[in-house]
């Protein structure tokens, strides 16, 4: 439980209460908020998907939050495990704002290992509940939130999630509230692109770029940057050509490669600084989009 003395209550007749939300089916009649709510966060955009998401969902929420906030957009998302923190990390990464709806208290950090993640939202966005301080999370409270989560956004895009998840409630929300679904594909042996799949043939956006949705929302985008191109040596480009989506063992890019392993190591370090390459834990390593 973190420090509530910076939660203020926001009623839905108060100016800051978010335009969005009222009309929506079951309003919160009060948000507790943690950081600021603004006008330009009617521009938003909700990113959300399965906790235990692949590297290549969570790289995929990442590059579409950053592209968003580049417009003016905000980010929208739950802060849960998985696709949700790459969405916020991203939006904050990319210098935007963003803002996370919380199931529980908005005192109450879920998960634990997201504390400085949220201490970086609500320095860059905000933090809002209709759970009051002290209000622990509980498995109904989450379904429940979702509607907010969908009442604030322009429109939902679901990356991974598994049938029946939590990402088609938040897209039922979405179709009830009048507001964009959109969907991005993904490997279709995986249970985690079932979702996103369903939700295509259903009718919904397919994704493959921040475009798309910018385009869709009508929102203007001439400020989209893409990456630089980056000239990598031999030895980088080597290594390169061995990473996927799919996280890799240095000791295995080595044997790859056919080089010892203190070189490779010494190649991903710099690939990592030239925001090319996520290193993960136990020595593992990916592309990034």
């Known amino acids: 439980m973190g420090d509530n003395d910076d939660i203020r209550i926001v009623a839905r007749d108060d100016e800051e209460y978010p335009s969005a939300l009222r009309p929506i089916s079951d309003p919160p009649r009060e948000l507790f908020v943690r950081g600021t709510l603004l006008p330009q966060d009617e521009i938003a955009v909700a990113i959300v998907g399965a906790r235990r998401a692949s590297e290549y969902g969570k790289a995929v929420a990442r590059r579409l939050a950053a592209d968003l906030v580049a417009c003016g957009v905000t980010i929208v998302s739950g802060m849960a495990r998985g696709i949700d923190g790459a969405a916020h990390q991203g939006a904050l990464d990319g210098g935007g704002r963003t803002i996370a709806v919380l199931g529980c208290g908005p005192d109450m950090v879920y998960p634990k290992e997201h504390a400085p993640l949220m201490q970086r939202i609500i320095r860059s966005g905000a933090v809002v509940s209709e759970f009051p301080p002290e209000t622990p999370p509980r498995p109904e409270q989450f379904p429940q939130r979702n509607r907010i989560i969908s009442g604030l956004a322009k429109g939902v895009v679901v990356v991974e999630g598994r049938i ?51 385009d869709e929302l009508k929102i203007p985008h001439g400020s989209v940057q893409r990456p630089a191109a980056v000239s990598l040596s031999d030895e980088e480009r080597a290594v390169w050509q061995q990473l996927s989506f799919t996280p890799l063992h240095v000791d295995r890019i080595a044997a790859n490669c056919g080089q010892p392993v203190a070189l490779i190591s010494r190649v991903l370090l710099s690939l990592e600084a030239e925001g090319l390459v996520d290193a993960l834990a136990g020595q593992r390593y990916v592309k990034k989009v």
């Open 164 to 214: 029946g998840s939590g990402s088609l409630i938040t897209a039922d929300f979405a179709l009830e509230q009048g507001r964009e679904v959109f969907a991005v594909p993904g490997n279709i042996f995986e249970e985690t692109t079932w979702a996103p799949h369903q939700l295509v043939a259903q009718g919904a956006r397919l994704v493959v770029s921040a475009l798309d949705i910018l």
